[in-house]
């Protein structure tokens, strides 16, 4: 069968360490599908192979069919995969709303010489401008980020910052979402908020959401399917029931919260 | 909730009427300024103007796009002697020589955009430092540029002669409004394009290069268009500063000017247009008028002059001007980091939240 989004056999090393070993998944279109496991068993760095950050010693990302491994970041945003960091990664000096514009970026077309000199109110830069500062606009309602729309960046919150992060993601009209521990330093107001977000970005924007995340909570409750590893390796890839009951992972993973 | 928002207003010139007055009213006086400035102060003035154009396209490639040139002077350099050649040789109309000039210099901007794909920080300074020494050396060794002996500069005919049209400029009063006519429309541009996706792209470069990188910025393009664009204006300068001085020669764009660049947005106020123009004017000022006339400071100026020819030899009070500078430069920096523009910044907040905080 063809896959919407699959991993074939992918590894990447470090000096040595496997940080990635021989890891596979498929993702079917419209899925939230997340990838849970111990810190340092190498999520992040999956995302970072995915979205061209790292290039994987070996292994296959297919993407409708096509292998995206050696494109440029930018050439895989415009494949239509968007991104957020789990350390967040926003243009500080910029409000809100700016950070959101840039998500547009792929999406515009002005270039120097009339963005230089056609600035009359019908224009085509500022009509291109108006309308997709429009669309931001929506994103911004979306997440309720109305009240910070004009703030810098760096004068917010930890967890309004993952919101704007988010939001820039959306702004890119991705058909894949890589999430990388979007509740992280939220609390727990805001975790639920985020939750019924990402549940809506999959049911009413149709997008295909890849989820790294540590609130098991959040996970079961809105993952399609869960794949779980540790130390580089895949431990077992299921449905929520089936990963809970998978002795290695309680062990591995969720064993201590048990306790 | 549902706000009704105007979205024309994030790119509008003014938010506030009276802010449009205040602009009018500005740029209405500074079409009077050879009312009441002559000379010598006009010449200064024009060559305020000319490092306005160059600072506002540094401060385009450092302040906004946050990389780092120290060979702007061989920017300069290149649109001053191309605008010289191009009409001496070529016999081009002045219009399009200034704009072919900004062009020769982009190209080599774009060139010297190409290594900051790979070396960051000092190592791209030392790749711009050793391209501003390459095009001063290049100018003074070869019988093209004039060699050690320079350029002059044709005489300033604004009209196009293919044409019939001749329109010589010969006063400093003609020459202001020609550079203060092309000084505001490069100004009003750069504002322009940093209000767009291309502005945007680039602070994004600036704040998280991974990040913009992610989000479709395709950093080959937007980091050469940074070094094109910002080279562009150092030629656009360059090539109005050969009519300024009326002639050119190759130590008047040494690696000193290009850190006298660096320190205009530095002092204004990196990553702002505004800051640009007031670093350009005050550095420009204190160098060429304010710290000239030290000599003539009543007790003091004997005093400076007798301890600078004691301890300060060749030269003399030239070593105090630029040991001034340098004191007041450090003394900026290290008291507001974000320039004089971050000075206006914190008044301004200060007056918006006034009995409050
Ligand atoms: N750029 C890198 N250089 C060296 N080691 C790295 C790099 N990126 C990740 N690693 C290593 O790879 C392993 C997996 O890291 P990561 O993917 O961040 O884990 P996770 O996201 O699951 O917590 C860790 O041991 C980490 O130290
Ligand atoms: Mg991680």
């Known amino acids: 069968m063809q896959y919407y989004f699959n991993v074939e056999n992918l590894s990447i090393n470090f000096g040595g360490v496997k940080a990635v070993n021989n890891i596979s998944f498929a993702v079917e279109k419209n899925m939230i599908f997340s990838i849970i496991g111990p810190n340092g068993s190498g999520k992040t760095t999956i995302f970072n192979m995915i979205s061209g950050i790292y290039k994987p010693n070996s292994g296959k990302i297919l993407f409708e069919g096509r292998d995206i491994v050696g494109l440029r970041p930018d050439k895989i945003a415009r494949v239509g995969i968007a991104r957020t960091f789990q350390n967040i990664q926003l243009f500080g000096n910029a409000a809100v709303v700016s950070n959101l514009m840039l998500g547009r970026h792929i999406h515009m077309h002005t270039g120097v010489f009339s963005a230089a000199f056609m600035w009359g109110r019908k224009s085509a830069v500022a009509k291109e401008e108006r309308d997709h500062t429009r669309k931001v606009e929506k994103i911004i309602d979306f997440l309720e980020l109305q009240k910070f729309r004009d703030h810098l960046v760096s004068s917010l919150s930890y967890g309004k910052r993952k919101l704007v992060e988010l939001g820039r993601a959306l702004a890119l009209e991705p058909k894949i979402l890589l999430l990388d521990e979007p509740s992280a330093g939220m609390n727990t107001e805001e975790k639920e908020d985020i939750r019924i977000w990402i549940k809506d970005i999959q049911e009413e924007l149709g997008v295909t959401i890849l989820l790294i995340e540590h609130d098991m909570n959040m996970v079961m409750g809105i993952s399609d399917r869960i794949f779980v590893m540790n130390q580089g390796v895949k431990i077992i890839e299921g449905t929520a029931v089936e990963v809970q009951n998978h002795p290695e992972v309680i062990k591995a993973y969720l064993g201590d919260r048990r306790k | ?357």
Not at chain 2, 166 to 182: A, E, M
Not at chain 2, 227 to 241: D, Q, R, T
């Open chain 2, 1 to 357: 909730m549902e706000m009704k928002r105007e979205y024309y207003e994030d790119i509008q010139y003014f938010k506030k009427k009276w802010v449009m007055v205040v602009a009018a009213v500005f740029i209405l006086l500074l079409f009077t300024i050879p009312i009441y400035f002559t000379g010598y102060s006009l010449f200064i003035l024009n060559l305020i103007m000319v490092y306005v154009i160059v600072a506002v396209g540094l401060n385009i490639l450092v302040g906004y796009t946050g990389q780092i040139s120290i060979g702007h002077a061989g920017f300069f350099a290149v649109g001053a002697y191309a605008m010289i050649l191009l009409m001496t040789l070529l016999h081009m109309p002045f219009i399009l020589a200034l704009v072919l000039s900004g062009f020769i210099s982009a190209f080599f901007g774009f060139l010297l955009g190409l290594p900051s794909l790979r070396v960051k920080g000092p190592y791209l300074a030392i790749v711009t430092l050793g391209f501003g020494m390459t095009i001063m050396h290049i100018i003074g060794q070869a019988n093209l540029f004039g060699g050690r002996l320079g350029l002059q500069a044709p005489p300033l005919d604004v009209g196009v002669t293919q044409l019939g049209l001749s329109w010589v400029l010969t006063t400093d009063v003609q020459k202001f409004y020609l550079i203060l006519i092309i000084t505001i429309i490069m100004v009003v541009a750069a504002r322009n394009i940093m209000k767009t996706r291309i502005g945007r792209a680039f602070v994004a470069i600036r704040d998280d290069d991974i990040a913009a990188e992610v989000n479709g910025v395709d950093l080959l393009i937007y980091k050469t268009l940074s070094f094109a664009i910002s080279a562009f204006y150092a030629g656009v300068g360059g090539g109005l500063f050969s009519f300024v001085l009326s002639f050119v020669e190759p130590f008047q764009f040494n690696v000193l000017l290009s850190i006298i660049f660096l320190v205009m947005i530095i002092v204004g106020g990196l990553g702002s247009i505004v800051g640009s123009i007031v670093g350009a004017v005050l550095i420009t000022f204190l160098q060429y008028s304010l710290l000239k006339n030290v000599r003539e400071l009543p007790v003091l100026g004997d005093w400076l002059v007798a301890i600078s020819q004691k301890w300060f030899t060749v030269i003399g009070l030239e070593n105090f001007n630029s040991m001034i500078l340098g004191i007041i430069i450090a003394l900026i920096i290290i008291f507001e980091p974000k320039g004089i523009n971050g000075i206006w910044l914190r008044f301004k907040k200060y007056c918006l939240t006034w009995p409050f905080k």
